[in-house]
């Protein structure tokens, strides 16, 4: 199966699966109601987005193996990305049925749990020694990414659109770099689940939320399918790829706990310190804000492919301080918003 096939089929099972949830999510009264001031919504809305979104991934990829011939042993490593996504879901679907959701430290020991089953099967950072510091900074991004897709979903179509543009970033870099086999057909099939979801988020009339069922599924196989590439062939800053691909969650995370931190609350206590939240605040729509996201993301992603891709570090560098330039601005442009 192409790559193009796999996308639509990927999109089409989506697309149908994700009003098949809507239904059951009324019929049981799974729905997020609006009980604290984080939340932006008026009115309860059904969840299991996030398993539509999920059941589409897993499908898609079922069929994939079934129509499409790999060598033997290059899918082990994709049976640890489904083994521990299943995890993760089964923790999300607690939090969204638990009136409130659960701890944190329960959700961060089941994250801990699903990325010891990747690193089991061999998904791990393969550049830094030695071995502990290797699989230090593994566990924290892994647990890192998980948690900034599900920071960033404080707005429809947010996180979703930022997988898709992640997981379209992430296919494309993957065709010009060394890669394990499964990246690309995990990635297109991610891309294809989340937009098939996608107009049924945004919609009025048909709304349904990913929860942090989808959140925390989508930031854990986006944290594993980035650590399944090489990205240093043309040069040794093309590892700082995977953060321009994922930098409007990583963003996001760095800002909130800066933020937080610097009032005395705990990163890990909600607050209205979303950047998105922050945008809103200044007069932007919903609209002009997913647009302003989704633009910032494909150009720092068009720009994590060039590193990837540049046979000289003088590019990856000059990029690299743009972007820290636009950071400082972005930042102190933010953090003057004054947020009730």
């Not at 329960?106 to 020694?129: M, P, R, S």
Request: charged residues 10%; contains cysteine; proline residues 3%.
């Amino acid at each position: 199966m192409d790559y193009t096939l796999t996308l639509l089929i990927s999109f089409l099972i989506s697309v149908l699966l994700t009003p098949v949830f809507r239904k059951i999510a009324l019929v049981f009264n799974i729905l997020d109601y609006p009980v604290s001031d984080i939340k932006t919504h008026k009115i309860a809305t059904p969840y299991l987005g996030g398993l539509a979104i999920a059941f589409s991934f897993f499908l898609t990829l079922f069929l994939v193996r079934l129509t499409t011939h790999f060598p033997t042993g290059t899918l082990r490593s994709l049976r640890g990305i489904i083994f521990g996504s299943i995890i993760i879901l089964l923790l999300g679907l607690i939090d969204d049925f638990k009136y409130k959701g659960i701890h944190y430290t329960t959700k961060f020991i089941g994250e801990v749990v699903a990325a010891i089953i990747l690193v089991q099967y061999g998904i791990k950072v393969n550049f830094i020694t030695p071995e502990w510091f290797a699989l230090l900074v593994t566990f924290l991004w892994i647990i890192g990414i998980t948690n900034a897709l599900n920071l960033i979903d404080v707005m429809d179509g947010l996180s979703s659109g930022i997988g898709i543009i992640s997981s379209l970033g992430l296919f494309l870099i993957s065709r010009f770099i060394e890669e394990e086999i499964y990246v690309g057909y995990a990635s297109i099939s991610l891309a294809g689940a989340c937009l098939g979801f996608l107009p049924y988020n945004l919609s009025n009339r048909y709304k349904i939320f990913m929860g942090d069922t989808g959140a925390l599924f989508l930031g854990f196989v986006l944290s594993a399918l980035t650590l399944g590439g090489r990205y240093s062939v043309n040069n040794q800053l093309g590892v700082l790829s995977p953060l321009y691909i994922l930098f409007v969650p990583i963003y996001e995370t760095i800002l909130i706990s800066m933020l937080r931190l610097k009032r005395g609350q705990s990163p890990f206590i909600g607050s209205k310190d979303h950047f998105s939240l922050r945008l809103l605040t200044i007069g932007f729509g919903k609209s002009k804000v997913l647009i302003i996201s989704y633009i910032i993301s494909s150009l720092i992603c068009c720009a994590g492919l060039i590193i990837v891709l540049s046979k000289t570090i003088a590019i990856p560098v000059i990029l690299t301080c743009l972007l820290t330039l636009f950071i400082i601005i972005a930042t102190r442009y933010l953090t003057k918003v004054e947020i009730q």
